[in-house]
């Protein structure tokens, strides 16, 4: 089994399942354009984001880690009319890049980027009374995930989820002895889900056109007050 494999068989899947989306297509070459990073979720990915959010009927949405904003307009492709997505980045070019795709989609009114280190921002939204929030993707630096989970599970009411992308990093995940600071942080997350009995979770390894890594599915079961 490939990398190869794995991109072609995404770019099947996509073919089939994943429509053409202007929008999106266009944030992801604007992306591109302006430098920075491909670590966006997959096309399929981005569509099961959208799905989970449109079953799981999301009306306010938050997201850690926003780059140039593919993933936030997945998300937002799966709002209500009435629905909001507030998304949190610290790099202002990502935010720059972001607000011009958010725009070009016609979804201005509809998302709102947060520039500022989520640690901060974080805070901020608990501190507006933004909370609580239907669903939550976290996708920023690995080193904090734990940290985001519990302000996103802080920010959740009972019935809301909270997806995290990265859980698996080529299965680095289970080196215990680990020298990347990204793989001890998401250990940090896994000793916090694995002790927080407010949340039913699990997680899965995924291989495609962005590799061998996995994300995380929790539902706050638990009055997260
Ligand atoms: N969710 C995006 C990809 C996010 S990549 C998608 O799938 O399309 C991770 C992003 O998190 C990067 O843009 C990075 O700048 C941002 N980030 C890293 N540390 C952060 C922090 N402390 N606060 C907010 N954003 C952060
Ligand atoms: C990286 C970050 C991501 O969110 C991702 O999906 C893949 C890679 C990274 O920082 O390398
Ligand atoms: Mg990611």
Known sequence: MSQEQWTEVDRYITEH???????????????????LPAINVAPNQ?????????MHGAKRILEVGTLGGYSTLWLARALPPEGRIITL???????????ENIARAGLSGVVEVRLGNAVDTLAQLEKEGQAPFDLTFIDADKVRTAEYFAWALKLSRKGSVILTD?????????DA????????????FYEAVAAEP???????QTVGSKGYDGFSLALVTGDPK
């Open 177 to 188: 002895d680990s020298t990347d600071a990204n793989i001890q942080g998401m250990r940090r």
């Open 198 to 204: 407010r949340v039913s979770a699990t997680a899965v």
């Open 166 to 174: 990265n859980v698996v990093r080529k299965g680095g995940i289970v």
């Open 89 to 99: 980045e610290a790099v202002p070019k990502h935010a720059e890049v972001a607000r």
């Open 17 to 35: 399942m994943v429509a053409l989306d202007a929008a999106l297509d266009a944030a992801l070459e604007a992306s591109a354009q302006a430098g």
């Open 46 to 54: 981005g569509k099961l984001l959208m799905l989970l959010a449109r």
